[in-house]
Every structure is written in structure tokens, then in C-alpha cells.
């Protein structure tokens, strides 16, 4: 065991440590906590020490990917799952997200820079502020189109939020000023890239030393962790919502709207704060993104990766269940990423049959995709894991 | 809704005065004024712009010539929204479907001479001819495959749209795979030379038969609706599924016929806007978001709402260009929707709700 090893192991270890505690079925939390941490770093180190090295980077980036994909699920399970509301524009929330998250974290350009790169603002603030940035402004977006179509028939919402998301990816390709126009905005900063390099400053010294063989093709690992971090966040905080009475009347909502207001529920109000919550974790997404990729632009947002997909995996997984969402965006990014390595190896037959289709491969994904969501409507509406009935706040939660 | 006016001293009925601001803010004539005014700050815009008169006219006839393709796809949406009371998703690719299977057959025929002045030959008419049923069949064939299942579960009313979403990215992966991203036109290379209609108007000429194709197949719808007894069983299943279905109303054929129609509608006019623009596989989802707003300006399910929608639609979206960068034409069509949203949600022609 080389200390590069231990060091991403370690990294690695924060997932697997995070969905190991999830699942063990043992009450004592601290137990439950250090059997996990043995076995999340069992698992990746075993794992690290037999998969060649650049396939250990190919899952780890597989997983970071997902991971994002999964905050993005998470906030339209309290849309849709716990409350009906049918976003088909999650594009501008993720959007507008990953763009504030980049605006406010990078700094504003100088010298030679200042003419190729246009930007609104760079207040070089960290990491953290620009995931904050990101979910208030997200949230602020949705309450202004909440406002006019959340009190009218479902059909009025779904057709707005797909006007928001064009909206929004046409403003962010046409106008320079605001994040430099149809060019990509570079430079977002990576958090804790300084671990991958030469050491951060502010931590001590111990801990750079432990990180210190880590290079920076090795970043992913570091990301890994961060995004599983705030995955597991908003996942607890999730699911002791929905076990609050407030996610008991955002159900009842869903349910029966007019039993919910008969007994005294503010309608309307519980449709709102849904809607922002979701919103809010979606910008979240978007600014985990933005840091991932470093450089965004409006076409990264487009109605099949920034919404269908999305779509795909939280009903795949099962509406209404947190645990659904995440493992149907694991699950649909794994058909996803997988599809591109199976057309990939049948690139000699479709060439065979014409010229052009070898170079149409991601167009046989979306039709296998799209096959896929109504399969699911049709015959698996509840998806895979299905909800679970939820009545109250449970003892040892509480 | 309820009467909200209460008895006064002197036993007449009034509204409060809130109430009564409120019914005005809400009433078709205040819309028209909102409508009105937002045309009004666009020429005042366009004036402080240094637009002339004369570009501004012809971008009204732009326009309006635009609204006439848009209003065959917002009649489709508006009659399955009628009948069938699902928002169909996929209406804005089932366009896209129908231009390119349009492009496919007259890549199949032998090429003739344009039809002079139009810059179309033959072949175009033939497949218009072929195009329309066939892709209002398909419709009704996705229809009982998809969205049948459904009602006989009695599902959701949001699920049909997430059926619909999912079948519009189907359609446009098919159009991807067979034709690619690029965009194309049904005759590529040949010269479309714009002339002078009236007052230094310039239009093409294709533009002006697709105007009048339109007139003559909503005519057409007119009198399949008023005239015939389909028209009357599919008008009687939109006010009241349930009273038409014991009066002897066979609901298979009012669903056969509404996606005939709305189908091929929409086939239409995806082939006439890819012979005005340029067939391109995104174009149906990107006039998904004006044909819906034409379709809530004239309120949903209301045909001749949506006709009269689409027209607005379509010279508020040219109109606008003179003054702001005509790729936000979509926002603008946004614009007005949720302009129509927050004032009058069950648009020009609704009754109370």
C-alpha cells in the first residue's frame, strides 16, 4: 500500500461510508458509524488496489457524475414526488445555478483576460458561499414563476417551466455581459484543488502531507467526497422533512387538494414552498457542476441532459422515495454511460448499414431512453423503489 | 364561479369595491387592452429604435403570415386538449416528424420544374398529399399504443403529459438518427427571391401559398366541426365525455378523428414552416412554447380561440424583432403567455372559471 493508494482510498471511503451507514441495519449510531468507516475503507481500498488505475478514475468520475445527477433528482422528488408539481424545465434552475455558483466564486478577469472573458460579477468567494448563491437564486427564480401558474391546472406549471428553461438558455447565449455570451465561462475554481497541488495553506500541516501524492489528474477523488458530502446532507435533511408534518400536508396536497385545504392547509402556500425547496436543491446541482466541469456554457443545459434525463431517473427509481431518486440516478447514468461504450462496439455494424449513423450514436441512446421512460410510465409507474407509506416522524429519527 | 355581489341599503346588488377592480383586471376587455398596450410600447420601442413604418408593416405581415402555420399546430393542441384532456408534449415534434417524412418522399419522387413563382415543385404537393393522413394515422396509432393504457387505468391527467413528453423525445431521436443535427430545406441550393407585395412589403411567394393553405384547412376544420356529424360528436365529447358516451356517442371514432385531424394539422404545418424556415430537428419543440401560448391566449380547447391566439402569437413574435434580438422571439411568445397567466388564465374566450 503506497501512500497515493491510502490517500485516495481515504477519499473514496467518504461515499461508500456514507451509503454503508445508510443501509446498515443497526440502531447504535456510533457502532453503525465505525463499522461503516471499515468497510467504506476496506471496500475502496481493495477496490483501488485491484482496478487498474485508469478505470479506478472512470468510476470515480462515473459516481461524481451520478452524485450530481442525484442532487438534481433529490430536489425534483419534492416537486414531483411529494408533491405533483410537473417541472419540465429542472434546465434553468440546473442553469441558473452552476452560472451564480461560477459567478460569484470566480474573480472578475484582468489585464489581456478582461477583453476575451465578459462577466457580471466575480466576487471570488468560496466554494460554500457560491453553493448558497446558487440555491437562493435558483429558489428566487422559481418563486417568481410559481407566482402566476402554481394555482392553475398542472398542464400551466409544466408548459412555463419548459418557457423558463429556454428563457434562461437564451439569456446565458446571448448576452456577453452577463457570464461572456455563447462562450464559455472559464476558470470556475475546483474546492480544495490545493490538496491535488502543492498543499493548501490553511490547513495544517499533517493533512497535506497525507494528501500530498495525490496529483492533479487525481482531483476527482477530492470531488468524490464533496459531492457525497452534500448528497448525504440534503438526503437527511430531506427525509426528516418528509417525516415532519410539513411533508405530511405537502402529500396530503398531492393527494387530495381539496381535503387538504378542508382542513385548514394552506394550499397554495405548501405548493409554493415546494416548489422553491426543489428549486433551491436543483441550483445546488448546478453549482456542484459548475465547480466539477470548471468551464460552462448554455449548452450544457439543454432540455435532454439538464431536464429528460433527470426525468428518467427519478421515475425510474420510484417518485416519492429519496432513496428511489438517487438510485435511479445512479441506475440511468449507468444505462447512459454504458449505452455510449455499446454503440461504441457497434460502431463497425452501423457503419455497415449506413455511413452517417456511427456519428448518430447518441441519438440510439435517447431513443433507448426515451423507450425507457414510457416503459416505466406504462407498466412500472411506481418505479423501482416505490414510496413508502411515511405516517409519522419515527422514534429514533426524532 | 359564485355571486360575489352583496345586497345593499337601497336593496340593489353591488360588487365591493375590490371585487369590482378585480373583475374588470380580469375581464376579456382588459385583456385586449394588455394586448393592445404591449403592441403599443412595441411601436413606441421600434420608434425610439429608428425602425421606419414601412419595416414595421412588413414585419406585421410577417407575422401574420408566421400565424398561420403556428395556428395548425395550435389547433392540434387544442382539439386533443379538448377531447382527449391531456396536454400533449410531443405535438411540436409530431411537426418536426411530419417535415422530415415530408422531405423523405420528395427525395423519393422524381425531381419536376419549380412551380412558378413558387420555388416548389410537384413533388411537394404530392407529399403534402401523402404526409397529412399518414401522420395523423400515426398519431392515432401512438395514441392507442400509449395513451389508451392510460385512460382504460385511469391514470393521472400529469402522466399522459409525462407519456407525451417521453414520446417527443423519441420522435426527435428518430428524425436525429435518420437525418442528423443539421439543418436542411426541402430544396436545397434553389433561389427563394422575395417580391414586392404592396407599400415596399416583400414576401415570398411560398409564404403566401402557405398563408392560404392554411386559411383553406382551417376552413376546412371549420366545416368538419359546425357541419358534419364527426364534428358534432367530437364538439359534444369536449363539453362532456361522460353525457356523449351515453348518448350513444362512439368515443373510438371521436379519438380516431381528433388525431386525424390534429395530427395531420400539425404535419401540415410542420412541412409549410420547414418550406418557409428551414427544416432543422429541434424546430418542433422550440414552437412548442408559442403554440402553447397561443393555445392559453385563446383559451385551451377552444379552436377558435387558438386560431386567434396563433395570429397574435405570431405578429407579436415578427413585430418584436424590430426592437430587440430575434432570437428572444420564443421569450416573447413566452411573455405574453404569462402576461395571459397573470391576468386572465382562461384566456380571450373562457367563460368564468
Not at chain 1, 476575451?116 to 468567494?125: A, C, D, N, P, S
Not at chain 1, 448576452?175 to 497541488?197: M, S, T
Not at chain 2, 382539439?79 to 417535415?99: I, R
Given at each position: 500500500?503506497?501512500?497515493?493508494?491510502?490517500a485516495?482510498?481515504?477519499?473514496l471511503?467518504?461515499?461508500?461510508?456514507?451509503v454503508?451507514?445508510?443501509l446498515l441495519?443497526?440502531?447504535?449510531?456510533?457502532?453503525?458509524?465505525?463499522?461503516?468507516?471499515v468497510?467504506g475503507?476496506?471496500?475502496?481500498?481493495?477496490a483501488?488496489?485491484?482496478?487498474?488505475?485508469?478505470g479506478?478514475?472512470?468510476i470515480?468520475?462515473?459516481?461524481l457524475m451520478?452524485?450530481?445527477?442525484a442532487?438534481l433528482?433529490?430536489?425534483?422528488?419534492?416537486?414531483?414526488?411529494?408533491?405533483?408539481?410537473?417541472n419540465?424545465?429542472?434546465?434553468a434552475?440546473?442553469a441558473?445555478?452552476a452560472?451564480?455558483?461560477?459567478?460569484?466564486?470566480?474573480?472578475?478577469?484582468?489585464g489581456a483576460n478582461?477583453?476575451?472573458?465578459?462577466?457580471l460579477?466575480?466576487?471570488g468567494?468560496?466554494?460554500?458561499?457560491?453553493?448558497?448563491?446558487?440555491?437562493?437564486?435558483?429558489?428566487i427564480?422559481?418563486?417568481?414563476?410559481g407566482?402566476?401558474?402554481?394555482?392553475?391546472?398542472?398542464?400551466?406549471?409544466?408548459?412555463a417551466?419548459?418557457?423558463?428553461?429556454?428563457m434562461?438558455?437564451l439569456?446565458?447565449?446571448n448576452?456577453r455581459?452577463?457570464?461572456?455570451?455563447?462562450q464559455?465561462?472559464?476558470?470556475?475554481?475546483?474546492?480544495?484543488?490545493?490538496l491535488a497541488?502543492?498543499?493548501?495553506d490553511w490547513?495544517?500541516?499533517?493533512?497535506?502531507?497525507?494528501f500530498?501524492?495525490l496529483?492533479?489528474r487525481?482531483?476527482?477523488?477530492?470531488y468524490v467526497a464533496?459531492?457525497?458530502?452534500v448528497?448525504?446532507?440534503l438526503?437527511?435533511?430531506l427525509?426528516?422533512?418528509?417525516?415532519?408534518?410539513w411533508g405530511?400536508?405537502?402529500?396530503?396536497?398531492?393527494?387530495?387538494e381539496?381535503?387538504?385545504?378542508?382542513?385548514g392547509?394552506d394550499v397554495?402556500?405548501?405548493r409554493?414552498?415546494?416548489?422553491v425547496?426543489?428549486?433551491?436543491i436543483?441550483?445546488?446541482?448546478?453549482g456542484l457542476?459548475?465547480?466539477?466541469?470548471?468551464?460552462?456554457?448554455?449548452?450544457?443545459?439543454?432540455?435532454?441532459?439538464?431536464?429528460?434525463?433527470?426525468?428518467v431517473m427519478?421515475m425510474?427509481?420510484g417518485?416519492g422515495n429519496n432513496?428511489?431518486?438517487?438510485?435511479?440516478?445512479?441506475?440511468v447514468?449507468?444505462?447512459?454511460?454504458?449505452?455510449?461504450f455499446?454503440?461504441?462496439?457497434l460502431r463497425?455494424?452501423?457503419?455497415?448499414?449506413?455511413p452517417?449513423?456511427?456519428s448518430?450514436?447518441?441519438?440510439?441512446?435517447?431513443?433507448?431512453?426515451?423507450?425507457?421512460?414510457?416503459?416505466?410510465v406504462l407498466?412500472?409507474?411506481k418505479?423501482?423503489?416505490?414510496e413508502?407509506?411515511v405516517?409519522?416522524?419515527?422514534?429514533?429519527?426524532? | 364561479?359564485?355571486d360575489?355581489?352583496?345586497?345593499q341599503?337601497d336593496?340593489?346588488?353591488?360588487?365591493?369595491?375590490g371585487?369590482r377592480?378585480?373583475?374588470?383586471?380580469?375581464?376579456r376587455?382588459?385583456?385586449?387592452?394588455v394586448?393592445?398596450?404591449?403592441?403599443?410600447g412595441?411601436?413606441?420601442?421600434?420608434?425610439?429604435?429608428?425602425?421606419s413604418?414601412?419595416?414595421?408593416?412588413?414585419l406585421?405581415?410577417?407575422?401574420?403570415?408566421?400565424?398561420?402555420?403556428?395556428?395548425?399546430?395550435?389547433?392540434?393542441?387544442?382539439?386533443?386538449?379538448?377531447v382527449?384532456?391531456m396536454?400533449n408534449?410531443a405535438?411540436?415534434?409530431?411537426?418536426?416528424?411530419g417535415?422530415?417524412i415530408?422531405?423523405?418522399?420528395?427525395?423519393l419522387l422524381?425531381?419536376?420544374?419549380p412551380?412558378a413563382?413558387?420555388s416548389?415543385?410537384?413533388?411537394?404537393?404530392?407529399?403534402?398529399l401523402?404526409?397529412?393522413?399518414?401522420?395523423?394515422?400515426?398519431t392515432?396509432?401512438?395514441?392507442?399504443?400509449l395513451?389508451?393504457?392510460?385512460?382504460?387505468r385511469?391514470?393521472?391527467?400529469?402522466?399522459?403529459?409525462?407519456?407525451?413528453?417521453?414520446?417527443?423525445?423519441g420522435?426527435?431521436?428518430?428524425?436525429?438518427?435518420f437525418?442528423g443535427?443539421?439543418?436542411?430545406?426541402?430544396?436545397?441550393g434553389r433561389?427563394?427571391?422575395?417580391?414586392?407585395?404592396?407599400?415596399?412589403?416583400?414576401?415570398?411567394?411560398d409564404q403566401l401559398?402557405?398563408?392560404?393553405?392554411?386559411?383553406?384547412?382551417?376552413?376546412?376544420?371549420?366545416?368538419?366541426?359546425?357541419?358534419?356529424?364527426?364534428?358534432?360528436?367530437?364538439?359534444?365529447t369536449?363539453?362532456?365525455?361522460d353525457l356523449?358516451r351515453v348518448?350513444?356517442?362512439?368515443?373510438?371514432r371521436v379519438?380516431?378523428?381528433?388525431?386525424?385531424?390534429?395530427?395531420?394539422l400539425a404535419?401540415a404545418?410542420?412541412?409549410?414552416?420547414?418550406?418557409d424556415?428551414?427544416?432543422?430537428?429541434e424546430?418542433?419543440w422550440?414552437?412548442l412554447?408559442?403554440?402553447?401560448?397561443?393555445?392559453?391566449?385563446?383559451?385551451?380547447?377552444?379552436a377558435y380561440?387558438?386560431?386567434?391566439?396563433?395570429f397574435?402569437?405570431?405578429?407579436v413574435?415578427?413585430?418584436?424583432?424590430?426592437?430587440?434580438?430575434?432570437?428572444?422571439?420564443?421569450?416573447?411568445?413566452?411573455?405574453?403567455?404569462?402576461?395571459?397567466?397573470l391576468v386572465?388564465?382562461?384566456?380571450?374566450?373562457?367563460?368564468?372559471?
Amino acid at each position: 500500500m503506497t501512500p497515493l493508494v491510502i490517500a485516495k482510498s481515504a477519499l473514496l471511503a467518504v461515499p461508500l461510508w456514507l451509503v454503508t451507514s445508510t443501509l446498515l441495519p443497526i440502531k447504535a449510531s456510533w457502532l453503525k458509524h465505525l463499522l461503516s468507516i471499515v468497510i467504506g475503507f476496506g471496500v475502496a481500498v481493495a477496490a483501488t488496489l485491484v482496478v487498474p488505475t485508469g478505470g479506478m478514475s472512470y468510476i470515480t468520475t462515473f459516481i461524481l457524475m451520478a452524485g450530481i445527477y442525484a442532487v438534481l433528482s433529490l430536489g425534483l422528488n419534492v416537486q414531483w414526488g411529494y408533491t405533483g408539481l410537473f417541472n419540465i424545465g429542472i434546465a434553468a434552475f440546473f442553469a441558473i445555478g452552476a452560472f451564480t455558483s461560477a459567478l460569484v466564486t470566480t474573480n472578475m478577469p484582468t489585464g489581456a483576460n478582461a477583453s476575451f472573458t465578459k462577466q457580471l460579477m466575480g466576487l471570488g468567494m468560496p466554494f460554500w458561499v457560491g453553493l448558497v448563491a446558487a440555491g437562493i437564486v435558483a429558489g428566487i427564480l422559481a418563486w417568481l414563476i410559481g407566482k402566476p401558474t402554481l394555482r392553475l391546472r398542472d398542464d400551466y406549471l409544466a408548459i412555463a417551466t419548459i418557457g423558463i428553461a429556454e428563457m434562461v438558455r437564451l439569456v446565458f447565449q446571448n448576452e456577453r455581459w452577463l457570464a461572456n455570451g455563447p462562450q464559455p465561462l472559464r476558470g470556475i475554481p475546483q474546492p480544495l484543488q490545493c490538496l491535488a497541488g502543492n498543499g493548501c495553506d490553511w490547513l495544517p500541516g499533517f493533512v497535506n502531507d497525507f494528501f500530498a501524492p495525490l496529483t492533479p489528474r487525481d482531483y476527482p477523488y477530492i470531488y468524490v467526497a464533496i459531492v457525497a458530502l452534500v448528497l448525504f446532507l440534503l438526503y437527511r435533511v430531506l427525509e426528516r422533512a418528509i417525516r415532519s408534518p410539513w411533508g405530511r400536508a405537502l402529500r396530503a396536497v398531492r393527494e387530495e387538494e381539496a381535503s387538504a385545504a378542508m382542513n385548514g392547509k394552506d394550499v397554495a402556500a405548501f405548493r409554493m414552498q415546494s416548489f422553491v425547496v426543489g428549486a433551491v436543491i436543483m441550483g445546488i446541482g448546478g453549482g456542484l457542476y459548475a465547480h466539477y466541469v470548471v468551464s460552462i456554457d448554455y449548452g450544457h443545459f439543454d432540455p435532454l441532459y439538464g431536464t429528460f434525463l433527470i426525468w428518467v431517473m427519478l421515475m425510474l427509481g420510484g417518485s416519492g422515495n429519496n432513496r428511489g431518486a438517487i438510485l435511479g440516478a445512479f441506475v440511468v447514468w449507468g444505462i447512459w454511460s454504458g449505452t455510449s461504450f455499446a454503440v461504441d462496439a457497434l460502431r463497425p455494424t452501423l457503419a455497415a448499414i449506413s455511413p452517417d449513423l456511427p456519428s448518430r450514436g447518441p441519438y440510439i441512446r435517447l431513443l433507448f431512453i426515451s423507450i425507457l421512460l414510457l416503459f416505466i410510465v406504462l407498466y412500472r409507474p411506481k418505479g423501482l423503489l416505490p414510496e413508502e407509506k411515511v405516517v409519522s416522524l419515527d422514534r429514533d429519527l426524532a | 364561479m359564485h355571486d360575489k355581489r352583496v345586497l345593499q341599503d337601497d336593496g340593489t346588488l353591488h360588487l365591493r369595491p375590490g371585487e369590482r377592480a378585480r373583475a374588470i383586471l380580469t375581464s376579456r376587455a382588459f385583456m385586449f387592452v394588455v394586448l393592445a398596450l404591449l403592441v403599443l410600447g412595441f411601436i413606441i420601442a421600434a420608434q425610439a429604435k429608428g425602425v421606419s413604418a414601412n419595416s414595421l408593416l412588413s414585419l406585421f405581415v410577417r407575422g401574420t403570415l408566421l400565424g398561420g402555420t403556428l395556428a395548425l399546430g395550435a389547433i392540434g393542441v387544442t382539439l386533443v386538449f379538448a377531447v382527449l384532456k391531456m396536454a400533449n408534449f410531443a405535438h411540436g415534434d409530431t411537426m418536426t416528424f411530419g417535415a422530415y417524412i415530408g422531405l423523405l418522399i420528395i427525395m423519393l419522387l422524381p425531381k419536376g420544374p419549380p412551380l412558378a413563382p413558387f420555388s416548389f415543385g410537384y413533388e411537394f404537393l404530392v407529399a403534402l398529399l401523402i404526409v397529412v393522413p399518414l401522420i395523423g394515422l400515426f398519431t392515432f396509432g401512438l395514441d392507442q399504443a400509449l395513451f389508451r393504457p392510460l385512460r382504460n387505468r385511469r391514470a393521472q391527467p400529469i402522466m399522459f403529459a409525462m407519456a407525451s413528453l417521453g414520446l417527443a423525445f423519441g420522435l426527435r431521436s428518430l428524425v436525429y438518427i435518420f437525418w442528423g443535427a443539421d439543418f436542411t430545406f426541402y430544396y436545397v441550393g434553389r433561389a427563394r427571391p422575395a417580391v414586392e407585395l404592396f407599400a415596399g412589403v416583400r414576401v415570398r411567394p411560398d409564404q403566401l401559398f402557405i398563408l392560404g393553405l392554411a386559411i383553406v384547412l382551417i376552413v376546412g376544420v371549420y366545416l368538419l366541426l359546425e357541419r358534419t356529424k364527426i364534428g358534432k360528436a367530437m364538439r359534444a365529447t369536449a363539453d362532456n365525455p361522460d353525457l356523449a358516451r351515453v348518448s350513444g356517442i362512439d368515443t373510438n371514432r371521436v379519438i380516431l378523428w381528433t388525431w386525424l385531424i390534429g395530427g395531420g394539422l400539425a404535419a401540415a404545418g410542420g412541412m409549410l414552416y420547414a418550406l418557409d424556415v428551414q427544416l432543422r430537428p429541434e424546430m418542433g419543440w422550440w414552437l412548442l412554447l408559442p403554440l402553447f401560448a397561443s393555445v392559453i391566449l385563446g383559451t385551451l380547447g377552444n379552436a377558435y380561440g387558438a386560431l386567434a391566439g396563433a395570429f397574435i402569437i405570431g405578429i407579436v413574435w415578427q413585430v418584436s424583432s424590430a426592437f430587440i434580438n430575434p432570437t428572444y422571439g420564443h421569450g416573447i411568445a413566452f411573455l405574453v403567455m404569462v402576461l395571459v397567466l397573470l391576468v386572465r388564465p382562461q384566456g380571450l374566450f373562457g367563460g368564468r372559471k
